[in-house]
Nanobody, 117 residues
Framework: QVQLVESGGDLVQPGGSLRLSCAAS????????MGWHRQAPGKQRELVAR???????DYETSVKDRFTIYRDNAKNMVYLEMNSLKPEDTAVYYC???????????WGQGTQVTVSS
């Protein structure tokens, strides 16, 4: 069983930056595709960015060129560096792990990001 614990959410002004962190434990981290999803009030949860086991990344269109996802396999960590934040980025951000070899996935508990002046 994989456990995911997010941290780093905060209140930030428009144009500011944040880095979210997700610590994974209980599994083989290099077997996990890792991603960040977010859910704003009244909206469906959406994929923001993901990094596959081999390092390939992809991003939701609205965050390309502003957000960067990266993983540290030595530390079992995945990060989401967020720059030029906008009010529409306000949401609960969830860390997600998708096992590369089994039909199973895992979610963290979420961390709140609020972008407001």
């Amino acid at each position: 069983q994989v456990q995911l614990v997010e941290s780093g959410g905060d209140l930030v002004q428009p144009g500011g930056s944040l880095r979210l962190s997700c610590a994974a434990s209980g599994g083989v981290f290099t077997h996990l595709h890792m991603g960040w999803h977010r859910q704003a009030p009244g909206k469906q949860r959406e994929l923001v960015a993901r990094v596959l086991t081999g390092g390939t990344t992809d991003y939701e269109t609205s965050v390309k060129d502003r957000f960067t996802i990266y993983r540290d396999n030595a530390k079992n960590m995945v990060y989401l560096e967020m720059n030029s934040l906008k009010p529409e980025d306000t949401a609960v951000y969830y860390c997600h792990a998708d096992h590369a070899f089994m039909m199973v996935d895992y979610w963290g508990q979420g961390t709140q990001v609020t972008v407001s002046s």
